[in-house]
């Protein structure tokens, strides 16, 4: 009985697919919508994000108060943290995370352009799949594309920003503090790589947030195309 109950969902569930992906494949003749006009509401929606939740990033505090994408410490530099902590170094701890995250705050400024481009790029077929797939399809769309172009342009920013904010100096002296300590083994980390890939997260979590509000609230579809177009998958 068991079995044939599985059998059964599943049969439903394959029909379900099935269906959705005729509704889409039929769409210039039946749906109203023609393949430019797919195509043309993913990017508006992935523009959207863009505008919306990246945008919130490159403000001041747009991750050190975010705690979705705050950027924290890594592993090895978390003895670092406590360590002053008990010695009464709190404040001097606090001020090397905010400094990570002013840097990434400053390096994200760079991504709209690379983004742009990449939405431009959206064909019939990618706004199909996009449409058949996950919540998050479209984000890792958009990550596939650009994630490489995006850390080599972060990657520089972030080590420019770390002087332009304060962070080298703070993290010198964070460091040097620390490994005065008796006891400690010193370190010595390459934290440009490290807030990079931190800030490339954050990027893609803030547009995914914004994917999926478009996906499951009809109030956050804006324009009349990203009504008809994100209908077909309610």
Known sequence: MKRLFLFFLS??????????QQVVESLPQGGGLSNADMAAGL????????????????????FYKNEL???????????????????G??????????????????????????????VKDITFNDAKNILLGEDDAATSYLT??????LYNKFKPVIDDSFGKVGA????????????????????NPDLTDYVTTEALKGVYTMIGIEEKEIRNKV??????????VFALQD
């Open 219 to 228: 109030s956050s579809r804006t324009t009349d195309l990203l009504k008809k």
């Open 168 to 187: 080298d100096q703070i993290w010198n002296n964070l460091i040097t503090k620390y490994n005065s300590l008796p006891l400690t083994n010193n370190v």
């Open 69 to 87: 994408v705050k950027i924290l410490l890594p592993k090895d530099l978390q003895k670092v943290d406590n360590a002053l902590r008990k010695i």
């Open 89 to 118: 170094l709190s404040s001097l701890a606090d001020s090397g995370i905010k400094a990570l995250n002013r840097a990434a705050e400053d390096a994200v400024k760079e991504a709209t352009p690379i983004f742009i481009n990449a």
């Open 144 to 149: 596939t594309k650009t994630q490489t172009e």
């Open 43 to 62: 990017r508006q929606a992935l523009d959207l994000g863009i505008d919306k939740q990246v945008t919130k990033l490159t403000k001041k505090d747009g």
């Open 11 to 20: 049969f439903s569930i394959l029909t379900s697919c099935a269906e959705l």
